[in-house]
């Protein structure tokens, strides 16, 4: 019984001084968390890069779109979402779904519900109420601007909402989702007065 706790105390002593596999424990609990650092960092900057790609090639965009300068065959649309697609340097690649194009008469009213007479004076539009169809749908809207590239002298509000993918993918469960980042990017500019009137 002595001898059995003699030799369990010395065999715990060497085990206390025994260094064997000690940076194989380190390098495996490290690891991970040096991992997440470099591979977040491709991931984070290729998230900030789209971002810059995005926003540049809809600013250049707009910068187009402000003229009344047409190629023969391609609609104003599709040039917008030419230049947005030439600026994303074949990393940002943006779809026609994702683009939308606001016209509107002027700066402050962009976002602004159609005007409407609140019949029962509970401050929302309820269907019945009389309205200024400012958009010339047919129906009340909340946001009173009308798609297209609009006409000489109308505000037109750009806006892109992209899916990026994380480069890696390794911190896909810290950031975004199913690997995917929404990036959004906007611009408001006034078209230059080449004529053509108002859209509506």
Not at 58 to 81: F, H, S
Not at 121 to 146: K, R
Request: aromatic share 8%; net charge negative.
């Amino acid at each position: 019984m002595f001898l059995s706790a003699l030799i369990k105390k010395i065999r715990n002593r060497k085990l206390a001084k025994c260094e064997r596999g000690v940076v194989a424990l380190e390098y495996a609990m490290g690891l991970p968390i040096f991992l997440t650092m470099v591979l977040g960092i491709f991931d984070l900057g290729g998230v900030y890069f789209a971002s810059i790609l995005l926003e540049g090639g809809l600013r250049e965009a707009a910068r187009y779109g402000v003229t009344g300068d047409l190629e023969p065959g391609v609609t104003k649309e599709e040039k917008i979402l030419e230049t947005i697609n030439t600026h994303g340097a074949g990393f940002v690649q943006v779809k026609a779904s994702e683009l939308s194009t606001l016209v509107y008469k002027d700066f402050d009213s962009i976002g602004d519900p159609e005007p409407y007479v609140d019949a029962d004076g509970n401050n929302s539009y309820d269907a019945g109420e009389a309205f200024t169809d400012l958009n010339c749908n047919g129906a009340w809207d909340s946001d009173s601007g009308f798609n297209g590239a609009g006409n000489g002298s109308e505000v037109v509000l750009y806006t892109v909402e992209h899916d990026t993918q994380l480069i890696t993918g390794y911190i896909a469960h810290l950031v975004g989702s199913d690997g995917k980042v929404k990036l959004r990017a906007s611009v408001a500019v006034r078209n230059e007065p080449y004529g053509g009137g108002a859209s509506c």
